[in-house]
């Protein structure tokens, strides 16, 4: 036996358990992987809520995660080029990266650099594939302005760096206590509130490009009818209804979601040009403590559970 988080209905975070269940087995194609950390995201929370049960509906007994890193304990029929004690980054599509082992379609996954923390490894599916999708969604070139909501959190943070990346200037909204972080990473910080909107113009010198929406709220209202920004060049990961409100974009996890991505990514760890923030780890056993930090919404980078 092995353990698992799970729940059993749609509710609050005390549905949350961690559980024993049958060690998995991997069939043809796929891989057992030793969890050695997994990234939580909000999007989980809001499926164990019920909020999202028209787009993705659980299955109950519903165990939970996408992101994880860690070892290949066992491979399937037919994997090659994969071995037991193989460390990996990946992810998988069927909520269960919450646990101490879980099963990973091969093609799934990509090595490990040794220089990439298996925190900042386990954190980075979901956060960095949902950044670079919304950055190439705004098509971003050398010279742009943009803006992005929510700039310190688990996605906007990423965001940030790889539209620094991409040569443009870059405003990051978000509380004052991540101003400092935020100037380190080359970011223009700028405080949410009343007002936002001059205080954008302000700091993009009266023009700005394009604009990424992590927050939600009424941000991509902002961006369009305050900020003068074209829908097109506007996206959002979280505001589904301002995509038919105003024609903006909504790309996010799914439209980058490969493991030649994430091979990307990792590599602009290795290289100094991307750092995943790890705000803090907890046990497999500390689930529901780590989601109450969550679901604040005010965690600088990640979180992520290390079973």
């Known amino acids: ?7 059993r209905e749609y509710g609050d975070i005390d549905v949350l358990q961690v559980v024993d269940v049958p060690r998995p087995t991997p069939g043809p194609g796929q891989l057992l992987v030793e969890v050695k950390a997994a990234g939580i995201n909000p999007g989980e929370a809001m499926i164990r809520k019920g909020a999202l049960h028209e787009r993705w509906p659980a299955t109950f007994p519903s165990g939970q995660g996408s992101d994880l890193a860690g070892v290949v304990a066992a491979t399937g029929d037919g994997v090659s080029g994969i071995n037991v004690g193989d460390e990996v980054i990946g992810f998988v599509e069927n909520r269960s990266s919450h646990a101490e082992y879980t099963v ?4 799934n996954v990509t090595p490990k650099p040794a220089d990439v923390s298996w ?3 386990g954190g980075l599916y979901v ?3 949902t950044a670079y999708a919304a950055v190439a969604a705004v098509n971003l070139k050398p010279g742009d302005t943009v803006a992005v909501s929510g700039a310190a959190g688990g996605v906007g943070s990423v965001v940030v760096q790889l539209a620094r990346n991409a040569g443009a200037s870059v405003i990051g909204i978000a509380g004052e206590a991540n101003h400092s972080w935020l100037t380190e990473h080359a970011v223009v910080p700028v405080a949410y509130g009343e007002g936002v909107a001059q205080r954008i113009l302000a700091a993009a010198g009266g023009k700005l490009d394009a604009f990424i929406d992590t927050y939600g709220a009424d941000y991509v209202d902002i961006a369009v009818e305050e900020l003068g920004v074209r829908p097109e060049r506007v996206d959002t990961i979280i505001n589904f209804a301002a995509v038919e409100k105003h024609g903006v974009k909504a790309d996010g996890n799914a439209a980058a979601s490969t493991a030649d991505v994430l091979a990307e990514l990792a590599e602009l760890i290795v290289a100094g040009k991307l750092k995943i923030p790890v705000a803090a780890t907890y046990p497999l056993e500390r689930v529901q403590d780590a989601f109450r930090e969550l679901e604040k919404r005010h965690t600088r980078g990640k979180l992520v559970l290390v079973p």
Do not use: L, N, Y
């Open 1 to 7: 036996m092995t353990k698992a988080v799970r729940f």
């Open 104 to 107: 990973v379609e091969a093609a």
């Open 127 to 129: 956060v960095g594939t």
């Open 119 to 121: 925190e900042a490894a």
